[in-house]
């Protein structure tokens, strides 16, 4: 049974119960990888300005503490693989709402289900949304 290597578990530690409920239960049949939880000041705004994030600090989900999101990713990680991600990312979604747990993902901002309306693709985000 997979579980989290040392930095996983740092990072996930940063972020919501909830959260860290969810993936705690994901890892233990989804070999997962947490990328990253609690973003702050300098990386928020550097993501920005590079284009790997629409908002500066502190308007992020990432920036408070603790996290009101995480980036995970399907372990071993293929960035090529983007089908990989999209399967990953509807698991999730349906544990979080087998737990009673509402999240959006990043494939999917909106929630319609319609994957080819999105503007920014993040593909490894999960934030609550309550």
Same mark, same amino acid.
């Given at each position: 049974?997979?579980?989290?290597?040392?930095?996983?578990?740092?990072?996930?530690?940063?972020?919501?119960? /909830?959260?860290?409920?969810?993936?705690? /239960?994901?890892?233990?049949? %989804? @070999?997962? /990888?947490?990328?990253?939880? %609690?973003?702050?000041?300098?990386?928020?705004?550097?993501?920005?300005?590079?284009?790997?994030? =629409?908002?500066?600090?502190?308007?992020?989900? %990432?920036?408070?503490?603790?996290?009101? +999101?995480?980036?995970? +990713?399907?372990?071993?990680?293929?960035?090529?693989?983007?089908?990989? *991600?999209?399967? *990953?990312?509807?698991?999730?979604? +349906? =544990?979080?709402?087998?737990?009673?747990?509402?999240?959006?993902?990043?494939? @999917?901002?909106?929630?319609?289900?319609?994957?080819?309306?999105?503007?920014?693709?993040?593909?490894? %985000? *999960?934030?609550?949304?309550?």
């Amino acid at each position: 049974m997979p579980n989290f290597g040392r930095q996983s578990e740092y990072r996930l530690r940063t972020v919501e119960c /909830k959260l860290q409920q969810l993936f705690r /239960k994901i890892v233990m049949t %989804h @070999d997962c /990888k947490i990328l990253e939880g %609690h973003r702050g000041e300098q990386r928020q705004n550097q993501y920005q300005q590079t284009g790997r994030s =629409k908002v500066r600090w502190p308007h992020g989900q %990432h920036n408070s503490y603790p996290s009101r +999101a995480v980036d995970v +990713a399907p372990y071993p990680i293929d960035w090529e693989d983007t089908k990989r *991600f999209y399967f *990953f990312a509807g698991y999730v979604i +349906a =544990k979080a709402e087998e737990m009673g747990i509402n999240l959006r993902w990043g494939g @999917d901002w909106d929630r319609d289900y319609d994957l080819n309306d999105q503007n920014f693709m993040d593909l490894v %985000h *999960f934030e609550l949304d309550d």
